[in-house]
């Protein structure tokens, strides 16, 4: 079993910056990737930025250019570091770690979650 733990959300204005974390523990696969997912209030849980161990990056096109995520293999830890926020970024953000061309919906280990809130 993989627990995930995320750190790091808040509230911030437009135009500011913050810092996400994420730490796994237990039963980790020896090869696997991590990301950011999000969920809006009435929207369905949309990815953000993926990571390989690698790594090799995948952004939605909305973060691009704004979102930077990175991640330590020896301490198993990813982080989502958001300048530039928007109130459109406003949502839950969750950790997840999968299993190589695993579906991460389906198949992903996912924390708990953390709030960001973006005010205009």
């Known amino acids: 079993q993989v627990q995930l733990k995320e750190s790091g959300g808040g509230l911030v204005q437009a135009g500011g910056s913050l810092r996400l974390s994420c730490a796994a523990s237990?039963?980790?696969?020896?090869?696997?990737?991590m990301g950011w997912y999000r969920q809006a209030p009435g929207k369905q849980r949309e990815l953000v930025a993926t990571?390989?161990?690698?790594?090799?990056?995948n952004y939605a096109d909305s973060v691009k250019g704004r979102f930077t995520i990175a991640r330590e293999n020896a301490k198993n830890t990813v982080s989502l570091q958001m300048n530039s926020l928007k109130p459109e970024d406003t949502a839950v953000y969750y950790c997840?770690?999968?299993?190589?061309?695993?579906?991460?919906?389906?198949?992903?280990?996912w924390g708990q979650g953390t709030q960001v809130t973006v005010s205009s």
């Open positions: 990571i390989t161990m690698s790594g090799s990056t």
């Open positions: 997840v770690l999968w299993r190589g061309s695993l579906d991460p919906m389906r198949y992903g280990s």
């Open positions: 237990g039963s980790i696969f020896s090869i696997n990737n």
